[in-house]
């Protein structure tokens, strides 16, 4: 197997101006989102939000980004639409947005080779589990299901496989006694945050 490494993201010198521009794509409460734009705003990340874009209209992320005066764009999926159309008019809206860095935050559409091309070792995603080890969906039911005993989050650039990109940065959270996957979605999320945004400032060359 080829070497990989997460941190070959960043350039000796970055290729984009900083503060790094960022879209933020979510599906649902976007939780790592107001973190991540927290940090931003507190200058913990050398970066700003100039998009939040969702593909459902009923994402509460879209709601979140709004109060804080962010633009936020809703691309949904049409019925019959063509999945390549789709991916056509989202990474149309980045790129009218001028995004640098794409960072996915409970995006729960899994992009295409041909997508994930056209942005290659631009796209970051946090998931919540320690990868390789339960990837895809419901990671803390399947770390729960397995009984793992320590489970955690991973921040990885994004590849054309589901949560296979290199990892950029992990930290492990235990599976306790008696945890169902409410708990143990919690204790993990409360390291998502913290960890997005500082491997973002390390992956940015800022931090
Ligand atoms: C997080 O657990 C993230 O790791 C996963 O989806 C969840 C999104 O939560 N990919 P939120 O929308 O950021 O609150």
Redesign the pocket.
């Known amino acids: 197997m080829t070497a990989v490494d997460g941190a070959s993201f960043v350039a000796p010198v970055p290729w984009f101006p900083l503060p790094a521009r960022l879209a933020v794509l979510?599906?649902?409460?976007?939780?790592?989102?107001?973190s991540l734009a927290d940090a931003c705003d507190a200058g913990e990340v050398p970066a700003r939000v100039v998009l939040v874009l969702s593909d459902r209209a009923d994402a509460?992320?879209l709601a979140k980004a709004r109060a804080r005066g962010l633009p936020a764009a809703v691309v949904e999926r049409a019925p019959g639409e063509k999945r390549a159309t789709h991916e056509d008019r989202i990474a149309a809206a980045i790129q009218a947005a001028g995004a640098d860095v794409r960072c996915?935050?409970?995006?729960?559409r899994v992009l295409s080779p041909a997508f994930v091309g056209r942005f290659e070792r631009r796209i970051v995603?946090?998931?919540?589990s320690l990868l390789p080890s339960f990837p895809g969906l419901e990671?803390q039911r399947q770390a729960l299901e397995h009984g793992a005993k320590v489970s955690g989050?991973t921040v990885h650039l994004v590849d054309a496989g589901t949560d296979t990109g290199p990892i950029a940065a992990q930290e492990a959270v235990p599976v306790l006694t008696g945890d169902d996957e409410a708990s143990l979605?919690a204790r993990?999320?409360a390291v998502?945050h913290r960890l997005y945004a500082a491997t973002l400032a390390r992956l940015l060359g800022g931090g």
């Open positions: 979510l599906s649902g409460r976007g939780s790592n989102f107001q509460a992320g996915l935050a409970g995006f729960m995603n946090i998931h919540p990671a989050a979605a993990i999320l998502e």
